[in-house]
């Protein structure tokens, strides 16, 4: 068994603010409203990925968030949510594995909550401080950049990791990370051969789990001297361009 395990926001899906041309499929409504979107050709090669490996996909979303993406190729039979932090079973939490994610950040409960105190003090911060299910925050910044060095300054760099996307400003423990989500997953069910993909800095210890991996052009010097990661250049739409690369590899018997 071959397993492709893939980031989704900004990787194989698009938020409606991103002009991804007009072939597309809406794959995320809330409230009403269409807010995500994917290119029909991402959709094909999805397709026929899903013909050749296991398809996985690896998130930051919570689970009500990931449960509000449909990819159009059927549910995944696994997915990991929460930064690998919760790992769904044909759509049901695994209790066993959520127990260990637990295990794992145990040491960092009271940073987090120390985070949580320099995140609310943040002239910055302009939304609510999230806890999300023990495991990591979020939030979001006027300056992102600014609120992630301020937060760098005061936190325990060996303990957890400061990133932000976007707005969005996250703080999370060292060992909740993709990587460790991937090596986890693996352990259970030892796959033939891993392929993995992401467009950030969340994805990096994913991508450099993997067999091959693929990642875009403006974080590559992230994991240069990987031999096994390559990327897509910049200006060419990263969804499209990586599901080729990805179909590639498997068809070639990787």
Known sequence: ???????????????????????KR???????????????????LLKKIRKRALII???TRTV???????????APAYALACNGGVLLADGREDAPWFLESQQL?????????????LMQ??????????????????TKSENPIESAEYLRA???KGLV?????????????KALNKGMAVKRFCKRVSPGAVVAAGDSAFDVPMVKEADAGIVPEGIFKMVEGCGKVTYVPEGQLFSDKLLEKVNDVLAEGI
């Open 64 to 74: 009500e968030q990931y449960n509000r993406i449909d990819l159009g190729i059927g």
């Open 57 to 59: 996909p690896v998130t």
């Open 26 to 44: 809406c794959v995320e409504v809330y409230q009403g409203r269409e807010i995500s979107f994917m290119t029909e050709k991402a959709h094909r």
């Open 1 to 23: 068994m071959r397993i492709f395990f893939t980031d989704l926001d900004n990787t194989l899906i698009y938020s409606y603010k991103r002009d991804i041309g007009d072939a």
């Open 154 to 156: 005061s936190l325990d």
């Open 121 to 138: 003090k943040d002239n910055n911060r302009c939304f609510e401080v999230r806890d999300i299910r023990g495991l990591f925050l979020f």
């Open 105 to 117: 950040v145990a040491g960092c409960t009271g940073h987090l909550a120390f985070a949580k105190e």
């Open 161 to 173: 990791d400061v990133f932000c996307n976007g707005l969005k400003v996250y703080v999370v423990p």
